[in-house]
């Protein structure tokens, strides 16, 4: 493995690459942001493409197609008829933040690597016009994608900022609950990421995370046989690595539940905990 730098900088290139085969794909969304970074007028997005013509994952091994561990396929129907293609396309988690998070209206959200912002999108219009969803990500091409998404989605409460999940451009105690999906396992300082998640909510506040997680008996060097950093294995924390972690950044009520396999003995995972309210 790579030092933390190039780890980082395979995983911005791999999901440029991946925003650009969207883009590519589906003949330029971008188009529908104007110059002044606005929103352009518009038709009305075509339908999503089956789940069967898709395969924009980016986690997995080499060859893991959408509808196995990764992509699109983890939210219902309902959920994928409120999105754009492109987001749909882009869509590279492992698992369904939404449907954990619980969220209410008036809420904020921070969706940690928002990539092309389906779990913000998604955020934005169940919290409602008295809340607000940010996506967090560190990559150009998928923040271009991700508001290009919320232009065809029609959204107006969610927003879009370029940094890293280690260093997150929000002040402290500003979100109510943190989501990501199958992101902190490509971090290389998840104690940063944990700390992070911690600063910005609010007393009382709660994360409701998916993210692949190994089972307590592989070590590092398992992990790293299994599959890449770069494609969500090698990078894993264990299931008590993440419970120990979460405690020592100060969160009360963790757990982690196992939901699907993505790869022998590592599982796509519910990672709940919360702030405490004192």
Known sequence: ??????????????????????????????????????????????????????????????????????????YGEQEQGELPEEALLASLGCGNPIAVADLLAGEVVLDLGSGGGIDVLLSARRVGPTGRAYGVDMTDEMLALAESNRCAAGVTNALFLKGTIE???????????????????????????????????????????????AEDHLTPADRAERGSHVGCIAGALSREEYLTGLEQAGFTGASVEFTHEAAPGMHSAIVRAVKPAG
Do not use: H, W
């Open 167 to 213: 260093s997150v451009p929000l002040s402290e105690a500003t979100v109510d609950v943190v989501i990501s999906n199958c992101v902190i396992n490509l971090s290389t300082d998840k104690p940063a990421v944990l700390a992070e998640m911690f600063r910005v909510l609010k007393p009382g506040g709660r994360i409701g995370v998916t993210d692949v997680v």
């Open 1 to 74: 493995m790579g030092t933390d730098r190039q780890v980082q900088n395979e995983v911005r290139d791999r999901y440029a690459q991946a925003a650009r085969a969207v883009t590519n794909r589906t003949g330029n969304p971008l188009e529908l942001v104007d110059a002044a970074g606005g929103c352009a007028p518009t038709s009305a997005s075509a339908a999503p493409l089956p789940l069967a013509e898709q395969n924009a994952s980016c986690c997995g091994a080499t060859g893991t197609q959408v509808g196995e561990a990764f992509g699109a396929s983890l």
